[in-house]
């Protein structure tokens, strides 16, 4: 990310990542939130969660 904000000419900070891991029964489900820190716009620091559904 550091090297994207570089490019970019971000006042990217720093980078702060959650994992949360839940399994239940053949299921597992995996979700991640990603945030920006620095001196950035709300467009640029705008936080993005994703989510994955994988089946055994």
Known sequence: MQLYANRKVYKLESTDVKVKIEVEGPETQISREISFRG?????????????GRWHS
């Open 39 to 51: 001196d950035l716009s709300e467009e640029e620091k705008a936080p993005t969660f994703t989510t």
